[in-house]
């Protein structure tokens, strides 16, 4: 295990701090995460029992519902031998009464050794940290950032493509909604792989986030209103239309009505064996009818959450 | 503790298998089941400590409201020393986001070791069994199975009645709504006991049940409408009636008003000194004033939950 | 560890028995209790790992929202190595099929070692200890008591202030509706300190508490309506107004538009250099332009509650 050595070193960019963004971290912080996640997963093929997380405590605070994140990460901290406290519904909690966020998170971090929070707030995981007396991990903030998820969709890429760069991926969808598509496609571009952003022209990716990418990491990024351009992808990342992020269910359901779709027909065409990915929950935009195919590698995605997870729990909490 | 050689042997019934329906057990199976039970319930009396589940995870998915099942389950896997995840209230979770059952599983079960799903639709356990990669416990798919709660019924006969067969056995109430009772009719019958079906004839358990229990199991099968049919049984078990399986909430009132009551008047006029049972929880019919008496086991048989569940939990998984 | 001898010897007041209210402590049994508290906090600091409550479970009963009481609770049980099961949402459980809450801790004493319980009926907690196979805590019964709050309030004042005695104590707002108020006021007045009530007319303590306090305590009681009478305090606390206990709105509001506020001024205007404790959450009454004050202590406090709730549950379980 060459990633276990790592932690109580100078090269563990995790230890001790917050995670609240994709971009806090460098490509090699990146790849140190991902080793670490490769030793865990072969600890948990193996079935092997180790517990360096007894005693410690993770507190998950949801203000906004979540199978996949929370009950992910549950299982990581006890696969790990920690504790878990928290809520799945703020509603059960002392915001009824009225309390304030910052006032919350300073109270929990009395009782836990890592924050795990999502709430449906834009830079309410930076404001949690800021009144957190332990390490905060943003599993995301509304329309903002994801890290955990961009960091094993990654994971993703390696494990089912058997590389990390030079790759093209097509991200499809409501690329101005979808948080996860933003951390990914950060990611994505410090490892050097050219990027297309399929969607309606309402929903693209905001201008300046183009440009960004595409002057800081020197790759080829492109825009698009059609699913064909996806057809020469290696990796196509297609979450579905976030609901909750439309202020007008009618405007939601004229971009829904008329969307992209992975089918049997889809795959036919692609030229370069692409992998579909998404962070689910699905709707209609992956048919069930590709769900039998190698390529679809969603299912598989969301158990990669759990090595992944308890690296990045290891990494932050382990002495 | 003879059971606890099988299992790794042949013999485990459990072992790697989903457990969708008490018809899938044999007798045998059943007595092995119990034999285990019996060994963990001495284990719980002696306070011994043994963690044969360490680090391995139960995913309990709750799209019913529930204690008993819920908070036993929970209770049995920490005793065993494994950690728990899941949901209470299907409304915390991506369900709300439209996510279907069959994804739900498929992605849970890259995080648990085990599942135990209640669902209000009949057949959702064997649905959720299809796409899951791991076990699956039904405990409860709305007026279906619910195999646990038999079992452990089967363990309250024994343990306070001294033995499982040759008994008079009167179920009573709702026979066509409530789940336990048909799991329930079943196990007594492989064992070899008369059943008496007692309730209102719009809810008397369907006649081809009734059939394929006289005729497969050869047992003495009858129905009655009144509750004085019940006076010379050794077990009467009586669930409440099931509001929610009531689409129309007059027909439950009408139901409800004239039901069976089991009170101290009957337990005088009773001839073979019957335990009282019950799945709880109890509302009007079965009277307060009987809880203090030896023979109203209801309580004591919630508290056999644990043991059964404890054997379950263990024969499924343990390596 | 002094403390810890004291469990299996006759001086433990705590063990086997249920805790529900502080009128059941004699100083003593409080200081043994806060002696105990201080060993675990010195565990906390050490990061020492210990787990004197491996394979107990604890059952936690929550009718009412709470954030701190829950979280807490279940983070001092599993920092003892033990489990947790329960609700924070009575809504999943079978109280919506109608059960009555003895019948529902009478099931739950079966699953667990200890049951901690929230409900908003006042005498609820006295309910179900008489149905209740094993130990319970009152985690707040209404308006009534709330005895573990005011016993890490007891330890908030001793680690702030050095001692617990002869302090003049200023207890301020609804002192009719927050029960936090009356148990501390007890503990309080077993050690000989002075109190000031400081609320509205309508909002003070009944006459027979004041009555109580001073005769049988021999300390000195005082009622004002002005938050300068808390001006020479040692100790000013200061809860919320309890928006929940009042049945009319408009009578809230009324209360809560004219209240007393903590801010910076008076800080700078009071003699004895006061702390200034709550038992969150706040809204309006303690200013946020305090919180970075030594003498702000609420959050600590809150982080008393761990070590305090270990000791209780260590002393009322460990063999």
């Not at 901290?77 to 009464?97: E, H, P, Y």
């Not at 992975?262 to 069930?288: H, N, Q, Y």
């Amino acid at each position: 295990m060459p990633g276990s050595q790592e932690h109580d070193g100078a090269n563990n960019p995790l230890f001790g701090k917050s995670l609240l963004s994709i971009r806090q971290l460098s490509r090699s912080d990146i790849e140190r995460i991902l080793g670490e996640a490769e030793s865990m997963k072969l600890m948990l093929d193996d079935g092997k029992v180790e517990q360096p997380l007894r005693n410690r405590i993770m507190a998950t605070l949801f203000f906004e519902p979540s199978t996949r994140t929370r009950l992910s990460f549950e299982s990581s901290m006890q696969r790990l031998g920690g504790g878990v406290i928290g809520f799945a519904d703020a509603n059960t909690t002392s915001s009824v009464k009225g309390e304030s966020l910052a006032d919350t998170v300073e109270v929990v971090s009395n009782y836990a050794d890592i924050i795990v929070i999502r709430h449906p707030k834009i830079g309410s995981a930076d404001e949690a940290a800021m009144h957190s007396r332990v390490p905060v991990v943003n599993a995301g903030d509304g329309a903002g950032q994801h890290p955990t998820q961009a960091l094993y969709d990654m994971f993703t890429v390696k494990a089912e493509k058997g590389r990390l760069e030079k790759l093209n991926v097509a991200l499809v969808g409501d690329l101005k909604n979808a948080r996860t598509i933003r951390s990914f496609a950060y990611a994505l571009a410090m490892f050097g792989n050219n990027l297309t952003f399929i969607g309606p022209r309402q929903l693209q990716m905001p201008g300046e986030v183009l440009r960004e990418l595409s002057e800081r990491y020197g790759i080829g990024v492109e825009t698009s209103e059609s699913l064909d351009d996806a057809l020469d992808a290696d990796v196509v990342y297609i979450p579905r239309i976030q609901k909750e992020r439309f202020a007008d269910v009618e405007e939601y359901k004229r971009h829904a009505s008329n969307f992209y779709t992975i089918d049997k027909k889809f795959m036919d065409r692609a030229t370069r064996d692409p992998i579909i990915m998404s962070p689910l929950p699905r709707l209609g935009e992956i048919s069930t009818e590709i769900d039998g195919m190698k390529n679809a590698v969603y299912f598989r995605q969301a158990g990669y959450g759990v090595p992944v997870r308890m690296a990045i729990l290891k990494m932050m909490l382990a002495r």
